[in-house]
């Protein structure tokens, strides 16, 4: 076992080193991945994946950091789309991304206060830069603006987080009305910004 | 200082105990509370507290059982109110009950997913009792009804935690504004359910 150590650069071993976390991300929380575990599987001992890591937490930044830039990168749209496009391509790399690291997702990403403190900021920046495309792509549609729409945004993304993970996506089109449902819900909760309430009592 | 124990019957020293607990997650995390500091803050010995619950366990479960019942107990209108009135009421009590447990709600009850493992399944419930009164509101709008309305209510859920947390309540009037905006997105979330997409490309 330990004979099949592999020569890698510092850089090479980072990021293997970060793969296997984001791997082992997949069905358990950040407090549950083992370090020792991860060196077991890189094939090199504990002390050396704390020379490429200063700390336990340094190691789980990396890994986090990781996570957060395949998140931004999935739901970045073509800016030269038009504007309906556009939104279409958002949505569809936010719930691609979504189902496809579901469980890495709901370990971390979403909700940035159920996120793990070591962490959060990284997190909280991603959901950030995540909102401010959510508002990116409603002034693309020309909706009204509001001081609300950053919080607006960030509400939308919860509400979309939550359909995409109970959504019953193995179903005969069931992606389709998923991806319905949440342009519509777009449209009508960042249009309805700042207007008044629309029930009436009685 | 071991000489001010009080005399407590099991029942009352169980639910002081829970109490200190309910105090404590104000501001820190389930994984942070430690049972010698709520024993020290009881007067008794850590010993002595498990004599009242099983386990470390066992004593997480019974806080987050009593904070759940907090935020059900909340959010239940009295059933004989008008359908509007009834929802207005449903809202004000979870709004209010946001507010109010703010870092306990981000800590524990907010995204079944983020949630403690070993509570997960007491938050879980606590989620879909009050999806069911979403639910239960949708209907006596009058709203239509679909396969997916026990999704997009719990979608709808995250919407309104998200939408809480980060309104400036404090500002002058804002506390109305979101409680017209919560009205607004429940009327246009959960009544658009199965329709197409209001989008048209181009």
Redesign the interface.
């Known amino acids: 076992m330990s004979g099949k150590r592999t020569r890698l650069t510092p850089d090479q071993r980072r990021a293997q080193l970060v793969d296997i976390g984001l791997e082992m991300l997949a069905d358990r ?1 950040l ?1 549950e991945l083992s370090t020792d575990e991860v060196a077991r599987r890189a094939g090199i001992s504990r002390g050396l994946l704390f020379h490429y890591f200063d700390s336990k937490r340094d190691f789980y930044r990396a890994v986090v950091e990781a996570e957060c830039r395949r998140f931004v990168a999935a739901a970045e749209p073509d800016p030269s789309l ?1 504007p ?2 556009w ?2 391509s958002f949505i569809a790399g936010f719930v691609t991304y979504v189902l496809e690291h579901r469980q890495v997702y ?2 971390l990403v ?2 940035a ?3 793990h ?1 070591a962490v959060a900021d990284i997190v909280g920046e991603t959901r950030e830069r995540v909102a401010q495309r959510v508002a990116d792509g409603q002034r693309r549609l020309g909706m009204p603006d509001s001081p ?1 729409l950053g ?2 945004a ?10 995409v ?3 019953p996506v193995d179903e005969p089109g069931a992606r389709e ?1 998923l ?3 949440l ?3 777009f ?3 960042l249009g ?2 700042d ?8």
Do not use: H, I
Request: overall charge neutral; charged content about 25%; aromatic content about 8%.
């Open positions: 929380s407090d038009p309906v496009e939104l279409r709901l370990a979403r909700g206060a159920g996120s403190p609300r919080l607006a960030r509400a939308w993304m919860a509400f979309v987080e939550e359909a993970t109970g959504w009305e991806a319905a449902f342009e519509s819900s449209v009508s909760l309805m910004l207007r008044p309430s629309a029930l009436r009592s009685g």
